[in-house]
């Protein structure tokens, strides 16, 4: 009988690089309900090409204001009309997809003026998006997983206050992620302070539209630079945010090619790689299915 031989250098590299490509395997989001002509949720989740839709965005809130819900032509809040996605957010968890709400976007009017404040915000979305009860819950029955802040206007104050407070409901039985949308120039200029608790679970760094930390074509050192300072600087996984299309931003497309043959090789090997955060679902057109295999693996 052969004695046993000690296992070859290169099966152990190979070992060590299934094991590194296994942990640094990413996960596609999208944002989802700032136009009524994109595919409805269901259909969205069902495509398979996202792990985790943002419904876009609860955009008035705080500072005693009635909150309101704004998903575009999709449905009409105030009369009820969005409760019938319910269904859909239903059928996108048991496909493993994660839903979040996403409050703040470029407009409508949101402000936190103090903690007590923040506080009353994270009540009411525990009670009418997560796990709460509210007999005017605008989503319906369905229990969202989590909150996503896009915050671009306003104040710096008291997100982490509310991040706080919407984490200790976690211990309520299922957890509440947390998100985070802050544009690339580190640090940013609303959610810095926020993003210091290390509560959050996933931050999708958004790299378009902020000329200053852009990929151009084929020079990714702005890009490389950024995404260093957010990775080495940040708690939670780390998502490349990026335009879905030419359409989707002013500037700061990333062709599908050149993401996965430059920009993913040079990101990837980061221990918190997340995966790519696309706006919108809207403006995807194929471009999502061209790359999940790359972002993934």
């Not at 204001?65 to 059928?91: E, K, M, R, Y």
């Not at 029955?141 to 104040?155: C, E, H, M, S, Y």
Request: hydrophobic residues 40%; proline residues 4%; charged residues 15%.
């Amino acid at each position: 009988m052969a004695s046993k031989s000690s296992a070859s250098p290169v099966f152990l590299i190979s070992v060590i690089l299934a094991l590194v490509v296994g942990i640094n395997g990413g996960e596609i989001t999208v944002y989802w309900g700032q136009n009524g002509g994109e595919d409805s949720l269901a259909d969205t989740c069902a495509s398979g090409n996202y792990d985790i839709v943002n419904l876009a965005y609860l955009d008035v809130f705080g500072n005693g204001q009635a909150p309101v819900l704004n998903l575009a032509g999709h449905c009409d809040p105030p009369s009820g009309g969005c409760t019938g996605l319910s269904s859909d957010i239903n059928s996108c968890q048991a496909r493993g997809v994660k839903v979040m709400l996403s409050i703040g976007g470029s407009s409508g009017s949101y402000y936190l003026a103090s903690a007590e404040d923040a506080k009353e915000v994270a009540t009411y979305l525990w009670n009418n998006f997560l796990g709460g009860q509210s007999s005017s819950r605008p989503l319906g029955d369905a229990v969202l997983d989590g909150i996503d802040f896009d915050i671009v206007k306003g104040t710096d104050q008291h997100w982490d206050d509310l991040a706080t407070y919407l984490s200790a409901h976690s211990s309520s039985g299922k957890k509440v992620y947390l998100a985070a949308a802050p544009q690339c120039p580190y640090p940013d200029a609303w959610l810095a302070v926020a993003l210091q608790t290390g509560l959050f679970d996933y931050v999708w760094v958004q790299f378009f539209n902020n000329p200053p930390c852009e990929y151009n074509s084929g020079n990714i050192t702005n890009l490389q630079n950024a995404w260093n300072q957010w990775t080495s600087n940040t708690a939670g996984k780390i998502f490349l945010g990026l335009a879905a299309s030419l359409d989707a931003a002013n500037n700061g497309f990333i062709p599908a090619s050149d993401l996965i043959s430059k920009v993913l090789p040079a990101i990837k090997g980061s221990a918190n790689y997340g995966g790519v955060m696309l706006w919108s679902k809207y403006y995807d057109d194929g471009y999502s299915s061209s790359i999940e295999e790359y972002v993934r693996g």
